[in-house]
């Protein structure tokens, strides 16, 4: 095992073993195995932030413009695994979605209701989501046809 830290340690480099070597101090570098090494470099180099670091990116997640609320929804997911929020997980996804809701409309909906749970909110805003593809993708169609219709009609004057 030491032959391992040895090895680890000489393809490291002089700058990486100082580092080591500072960071384990007060004890010898040769008394660590080379998974505590690793750890400690590992926490050195990559530290892992706070928790309010983590909940604030969560607090602060908003649906962009090109986002569907699928995606919004496993992101907000993502993002919530690390914010250690334990039994109220379910009640603030439910809030930071609804007020991160880029429909406005939507967002009014599920306020409206007595107790919506995080679930029922993201069933409300799909639906309403496909409700407006499905009408945009209508009026698109009603103007093409109203388009051809007048060109149509255009061509018979000439």
């Not at 039994?87 to 007595?114: A, C, N, Y």
């Not at 919506?116 to 799909?126: G, H, M, Q, R, S």
């Amino acid at each position: 095992m030491k032959k391992k830290v040895h090895t680890f340690l000489s393809l490291t480099g002089q700058k990486t073993y100082k580092l080591l070597k500072s960071l384990v101090a007060p004890a010898a570098i040769s008394s660590k195995s080379l998974k505590e090494l690793k750890t400690v470099l590992k926490t050195h180099v990559q530290p892992k932030e706070s928790i309010i670091t983590r909940r604030a990116r969560f607090y602060q997640r908003r649906q962009k413009d090109s986002e569907t609320v699928t995606d919004f929804v496993a992101e907000l997911k993502n993002l919530a695994t690390e914010c250690e929020f334990g039994q109220f997980l379910q009640e603030v996804l439910r809030d930071i979605f609804v007020l991160g809701l880029r429909d406005i409309d939507t967002q009014k909906d599920v306020r409206k209701m007595k107790e919506p749970t995080f679930t029922k909110a993201v069933e409300i805003a799909l639906h309403k989501e496909a409700v407006s593809r499905e009408s945009l993708r209508a009026g698109t169609t009603q103007a093409q046809g109203v388009h051809k219709l007048a060109s149509a009609r255009d061509k018979g004057r000439k």
